[in-house]
């Protein structure tokens, strides 16, 4: 099977995240949210944390680091609840 092409995969992730805050507004979970500024958010962060984790790494190594390295399933954590919180409807 042929991998998605990148911009394909990022499309159906929009068009997930729309879906998502749409039915979150409509159950009245989540306050009205802008879904391309939302993605760009959630993806952004994801992307940062994979990119700079061999430099996270390479600094804990030499002991100059003084906070901690999350796991990736502790950092997805942390934005679900971060996100949950932060579309939550008043």
């Given amino acids: ?47 940062f944390f994979d990119l700079t984790a061999p430099f996270r790494h390479s600094m804990q190594d030499k002991e100059e680091w003084k906070v901690s390295t999350p796991q990736r399933t502790a950092f997805v954590a942390h934005l679900k609840t971060l996100f949950a919180r932060g579309l939550a409807s008043e």
């Fill in 1 to 47: 099977q042929t991998a998605m092409r990148p911009a394909k995969k990022l499309a159906e992730l929009l068009a997930q995240t729309t879906r998502i805050l749409e039915a979150g507004a409509v159950d009245g979970a989540f306050r009205p949210a802008d879904p391309h500024m939302t993605h760009l958010s959630l993806v952004g962060a994801l992307m």
